[in-house]
T-cell receptor, first 114, second 115 residues
């Protein structure tokens, strides 16, 4: 089963606008990661936010984490055509022992209109 | 290029045939992961290795699937007696460590089509 669920499933905005996508997860986490996937470059890690962090920035990306609501958001400011991609949140599959690997949501498909 | 590489990039096979995929991780990464991704879905975990030891396998990994990482470097994923339901993108990733605290570097994937 998938731990994270992104919302919306699809988003289309004009170039230059901001894009916000959300992720909800089910169990407690130590950290949460966001990845981007497009046909040209495959899955690329964007940012990791730890459970004791509320907000993190990386260039035009801003990620927030609310552990009380088990949710995270990814904001892309001043969007560009190259931001067109699918965006996934991911959390660690297990909480201990031998469990490892990531659980991904279904993703938000972002389209930037020129 | 020092990223994760996968070979082949595309594979078309007939149902019932065996296929093998290869993944070369980033050299200093001790953890290697295999995922499967179908259209419109996120990647789903299949198995992972720490060095040469396979530490966990998902329920998705039926007995037709086997993975190895013989010397703790490259890994292979074999699917025996392929079925149409095996058609998917198979992704390999590597990381410096585990526990979800390290970013995973993904390869470009091997797209399998079973006819």
């Amino acid at each position: 089963s998938q731990q994270g669920e992104e919302d919306p499933q699809a988003l289309s905005i004009q170039e230059g606008e901001n894009a916000t996508m959300n992720c909800s997860y089910k169990t407690s986490i130590n950290n949460l990661q966001w990845y981007r996937q497009n046909s040209g470059r495959g899955l690329v890690h964007l940012i990791l936010i730890r459970s004791n962090e509320r907000e993190k920035h990386s260039g035009r990306l801003r990620v927030t984490l609310d552990t009380s609501k088990k949710s995270s958001s990814l904001l892309i400011t001043a969007s560009r055509a190259a931001d067109t991609a699918s965006y996934f949140c991911a959390t660690r599959r297990g909480s201990g022992g031998g469990a490892d690997g990531l659980t991904f949501g279904k993703g938000t498909h972002l389209i930037i209109q020129p | 290029d020092t990223g994760v590489s996968q070979d082949p990039r595309h594979k078309i096979t007939k149902r019932g045939q065996n296929v093998t995929f290869r993944c070369d991780p980033i050299s200093e990464h001790n953890r290697l992961y295999w995922y499967r991704q179908t259209l419109g879905q996120g990647p789903e975990f299949l198995t992972y290795f720490q060095n040469e030891a396979q530490l966990e396998k998902s329920r998705l990994l039926s007995d037709r699937f086997s993975a190895e990482r013989p010397k703790g470097s490259f890994s292979t994923l074999e699917i025996q007696r392929t079925e149409q339901g095996d058609s998917a993108m198979y992704l390999c990733a590597s990381s410096l460590g585990g526990g979800g605290s390290y970013e995973q570097y993904f390869g470009p994937g091997t797209r399998l089509t079973v006819t």
